[in-house]
């Protein structure tokens, strides 16, 4: 039998550890893949969250995103922010089309899950449970790795507004 050294080994395990985690953010439904899957930590006493992710539709028809919800938090919002006179503006979105053959981005400063009155906070490492509900493909249930903060100097204080 081969005898690899420690670093070929080491290299091999990061490779299959690589591939695992990639495999685990990507969840297929229907003509649906979603993938880059997070939400951000939390800092104590924070009431939101947010979570992200990449919707891509491979189908010849279009599906919506029409509900989300998750244990952790008394209500998932989808909520879309544009600046705004040096203020970041969020508006709540009812639903969220996915367009035939397209690929829908959800990430800071734009489109993202707003997760309402968070029952726990969220701490780095851990993993969430969400889950979303589209029009024609159905539910699909979604393990969420909660990821750090953002570094401090994307934290710059922000103004928000918030209409529904």
Not at 81 to 108: C, F, N, Y
Not at 131 to 160: D, I, R
Request: proline share 4%.
């Amino acid at each position: 039998m081969k005898q690899y050294s420690m670093t070929q080994r080491m290299v091999l395990f990061l490779g299959l550890v690589a591939m695992g985690l990639a495999n685990a953010e990507m969840t297929r439904l229907g003509s649906l893949q979603i993938d880059d899957v997070y939400a951000r930590a939390t800092v104590p006493g924070q009431e939101v969250g947010a979570a992200y992710l990449t919707i891509e539709n491979s189908g010849a028809t279009m599906d919506r995103l029409i509900a989300a919800s998750s244990t952790v938090a008394r209500s998932v919002l989808l909520h879309s922010s544009q600046m705004d006179q040096g203020m970041a503006r969020m508006h709540h979105e009812t639903s969220l089309d996915i367009p035939a053959h397209s690929r829908v981005e959800m990430k800071p400063g734009g489109l993202h899950l707003m997760l309402q009155d968070l029952k726990q906070p969220l701490h780095e490492g851990e993993t969430i449970h969400l889950t979303l509900k589209f029009e024609k493909s159905g539910e699909v249930k979604l393990t969420v790795p909660v990821k750090s903060l953002l570094p401090k100097e994307e934290m710059a204080p922000m103004q928000h507004e918030m209409t529904y």
